[in-house]
């Protein structure tokens, strides 16, 4: 799973926007943007891309420019198409279990608006105040025997 935390998030999204078609560094970054919070940080786009590159995911050539010095630009491999298509249906299960998580967590957050608490029904059901850990916390009448 650690190839889909979000540190590691940038390099699927350069192998989409290669496989869209071939780019330069500078203009992958600005496309970027669009798709991951890259806070303006070009050369962590180029150190991603060197690290693409250097799995065999990406090639680059060297390509002279009219209006200024040449320009390196990445193309997608076969293995980068393949690893792309890899990381997306990962990404669709991890899309999946985020959904779930997340309506679970809707639902109590709507129980507990209604019932006019911080605690859901289930909790106060079941006698208690649950943690964040799931333990629910001890009744203070038991702990002193009354």
Request: aromatic fraction near 4%; include cysteine; charged fraction near 30%.
């Amino acid at each position: 799973m650690s190839d889909l935390e979000p540190r590691n998030f940038i390099q699927p999204c350069l192998l989409l926007l290669l496989r869209e078609c071939p780019d330069h560094g500078y203009e992958l970054a600005a496309r970027l943007r669009t798709m991951h919070d890259v806070d303006g940080d070009a050369g962590g786009v180029y150190r991603a891309l060197r690290g693409l590159e250097r799995q065999g995911l990406v090639r680059s050539q060297w390509q002279a420019s009219d209006v200024g010095p040449a320009r390196r630009t990445y193309s997608i491999t076969r293995e980068g198409i393949a690893s792309l298509d890899a990381r997306a249906q990962d990404l669709a299960h991890v899309h999946e279990a985020l959904h779930v998580f997340l309506d679970r967590y809707a639902r109590v957050r709507r129980c507990e608006e209604l019932n006019g608490s911080g605690v859901s029904a289930d909790a106060r059901r079941a006698g208690g105040r649950s943690g964040g850990n799931g333990v629910r916390a001890a009744d203070p009448s038991r702990a002193t025997g009354r």
